[in-house]
């Protein structure tokens, strides 16, 4: 028999101090230094400002720019919605921080809106294809998980969503990882969960997780899209990585899957090579107003020492400011560590996610960081989302990179 779960939002919980930390709060309040991969961050305008003359010409602009603020955010959710909507079939796919395959899930996802305009809410229910019951392996069931609704206040105010309507990508954040747990109890235990805080055999979110970053892209070739979920434990160190990779229709028959010919094939060789591509970053929240663009020069190779150099440049769209950042680092398995204290997590699928080795460190000098996620989708083609965050843990920007391989 079908289960119904239900989704609660909370607040985002801190990382704790760790003992090595000298009892420095981790998300404190100064200031941070900004990430290499995005513009500095201005202050945004308030629209709770306004001019000591009622009658200037300042209050008319202010009251124009959020009468415009008001349409495009109203706008944006639209889009956001029309591109979720709809039935989606999909597989779910759980790796550890090295990347390793731990297990795998049928899921499917259907998706509708009701209301209009700032009332638009998204209604979105996730089925679980349930682990089979000993004894009852012919039988099919599925467990039935209610996410709750997405509306004009949640996307900006809780997950502060960094939203690109015509590129068809967004990244929001999450309190909790109970929809996560949820598909991991019900897909490998099924029936047979007792409800244990650690089960035997199967690794669970932490109930209390610093960070849960949702970053999804839409296939450019299908109607397909990947949702990559990175979550942080308390203590600020990559947990596991999450996939579900999706295809949207009633008649698909079999759930889309990731090729996972680890054994045979080194992950990193999709992303070797020169790309050259176009940024757009954009403050987060559901104005999503738009804060720099540049064009990109990325080239990844692998010395004769079997050394990892990384080499990113950006120029502004002006053409007046560019940036480089050079990255030494070494590849253990599925995994790339950089000289910087930032890693590369390669999946199978032509897929990578990166984030700090220590988000703790990060935040203890003041520095902002940033998670990636980052789809190879056809040879010569990459997608990639970075999320960048202040101290405190919050998402401050999102970056969108179309990138060709030269």
């Known amino acids: 028999m079908a289960s119904t779960y239900s989704c609660y939002s909370l607040s985002l919980s801190p990382i704790p101090n760790s003992p090595n930390l000298n009892k420095t709060q981790l998300f404190s309040t100064r200031h941070y230094t900004p990430s290499p991969f995005s513009s500095s961050i201005s202050k945004p305008w308030s629209p709770g400002i306004r001019a000591t003359n009622s009658s200037s010409p300042s209050t008319a602009v202010e009251e ?8 495009m955010s109203i706008e944006n959710l639209q889009s956001f919605v029309n591109i979720n909507l709809g039935k989606w ?64 206040f949640t996307v900006d105010k809780y997950q502060q969503i960094g939203f690109f309507p015509n590129e068809r990508a967004f990244s929001l954040r999450y309190q909790t990882a109970g929809m996560l747990e949820t598909v991991l109890r019900q897909g490998v235990l099924g029936e047979d969960d007792t409800g244990e805080e ?46 579900f990779l999706e295809e949207r229709g009633d008649g698909v028959l079999l759930p889309p899957s990731i090729d996972n010919n ?7 060789l999709p992303f070797l090579g020169k790309w050259k591509g176009h940024s757009i970053t954009k403050r987060s929240g559901v104005y999503g107003s738009t804060m720099a663009e540049a064009d990109t020069v990325a080239s990844l190779e692998i010395d ?26 070494i590849k253990s398995d ?40 980052c789809w190879v989708e056809s040879p010569g083609k990459r997608q990639r989302l970075v999320r ?12 969108y990179f179309y990138e060709t391989k030269l």
Not at 335 to 358: I, S
Not at 359 to 367: L, M, P, T, W
Request: with cysteine.
């Open 388 to 399: 960048t965050y202040d101290v405190e843990g919050l998402a401050v920007s999102t970056t």
């Open 262 to 268: 680890a054994e045979g094939t080194d992950r990193i």
């Open 89 to 152: 079939n999909g597989s779910f796919f759980q790796f550890d921080a090295m990347g390793n395959l731990l297990h795998k899930v049928h899921t499917k996802l259907s998706v509708s809106s009701y209301g209009e305009d700032e009332l638009l809410s998204l209604i979105q229910t996730l089925y679980i294809k349930q682990a089979a019951s000993s004894g009852y392996e012919d039988e099919e069931e599925w467990a039935e998980y209610k996410i709750k609704e997405t509306n004009m």
């Open 304 to 329: 004769d020492n079997g050394q990892i150099i990384q080499d990113i440049s950006s120029t502004s769209a002006a053409g007046d400011v560019t940036t480089n950042v050079p990255w030494t680092g």
């Open 334 to 373: 599925n995994l790339v560590t950089f000289n910087g204290g930032y890693q590369m997590t390669l999946l199978p699928g032509g897929m990578y996610m990166g984030c700090p080795c220590d988000v703790g460190k990060n935040v203890v000098e003041s520095a902002s960081f940033h998670l990636e996620f």
């Open 198 to 243: 650690s089960p035997k055999n199967l690794k669970l979110p932490s109930r209390k997780p610093s960070i849960v970053c949702e970053s999804c892209l839409y296939s450019l070739e299908k109607d397909m899209r990947i949702r990559a979920f990175q979550i942080m434990d308390p203590k600020g160190f990559s947990e596991m990585l999450l996939i």
């Open 64 to 71: 124009a720019l959020k009468a415009s603020q008001e349409a």
